[in-house]
């Protein structure tokens, strides 16, 4: 199982990103796939999950309204489309992924497999 994380870079506070996780070796439409992110010196947090079997959605309280999840089961692909972004948004972001749905969606342990991360970074 592998998951790619992609489309990290440096953009401008207000601007946009979208970041894209692409996993291969699995059943991807099963997968419930979420977000984290990791900022200097700081524990890694969760950002936003998407449930494998509805489409459910849940985002942290820091990024709701300017974040979006979303997934193509058909390109074994979940994106992260990231408005308004601040300086505190600056971070490594990883997708992980797991077989199941965890009422602990935001916890670093509920997830199995975990890509290489990419760096975004918010700066003028």
């Known amino acids: 199982v592998q998951l790619q994380a992609s489309g990290g870079g440096l953009v401008q506070p207000g601007g946009s990103l979208r970041l894209s996780c692409a996993a291969s070796?699995?059943?991807?439409?099963?997968?419930?796939v979420a977000w984290f992110r990791q900022a200097p010196g700081k524990e890694r947090e969760f950002v936003t999950a998407?449930?494998?079997?509805?489409?459910?959605?849940r985002y942290a309280d820091s990024v709701k309204g300017r974040f979006t999840i979303s997934r193509d089961n058909a390109k074994n692909t979940v994106y992260l489309q990231m408005n308004s972004l601040k300086p505190e948004d600056t971070a490594i972001y990883y997708c992980?992924?797991?077989?199941?749905?965890?009422?602990?969606?935001?916890?670093?342990?509920?997830?199995?497999?975990w890509g290489q991360g990419t760096l975004v970074t918010v700066s003028s």
């Open positions: 070796g699995l059943t991807f439409s099963r997968y419930s």
């Open positions: 998407i449930r494998g079997s509805n489409g459910a959605t």
């Open positions: 992980a992924a797991a077989s199941y749905w965890s009422i602990y969606y935001y916890q670093r342990n509920s997830y199995t497999y």
